[in-house]
């Protein structure tokens, strides 16, 4: 995935995070392995804390859930 597409996905997954914060999430994602959209599923909290607050990171993982499950119609 390049990195403008990656930092979108962050961006609309927490819209009121500063310019700094998305691309260090983009750094941390890009360490993880993260390749794809649906990579982005398999990230934990763990994965994200410390480098990022703990709520902050709740919110970017909950948005994924909740955006999938939506999709699949659940």
Do not use: W, Y
């Not at 983009?26 to 993260?34: L, S, Y």
């Not at 994200?48 to 699949?72: C, D, E, G, M, W």
């Amino acid at each position: 995935m390049n990195p403008e597409r990656l930092e979108q996905l962050i961006a609309e997954r927490l819209p009121t995070a500063p310019d700094d914060t998305i691309l260090k999430v983009r750094r941390i994602c890009e360490d993880a392995g993260v390749e794809t959209e649906d990579d982005l599923l398999l990230m934990k909290e763990e994965d994200l804390v410390p480098q990022i607050k703990p709520i902050l990171a709740r919110k970017f993982l909950n948005h994924q859930h909740t955006h999938t499950k939506s999709s699949l119609g659940m």
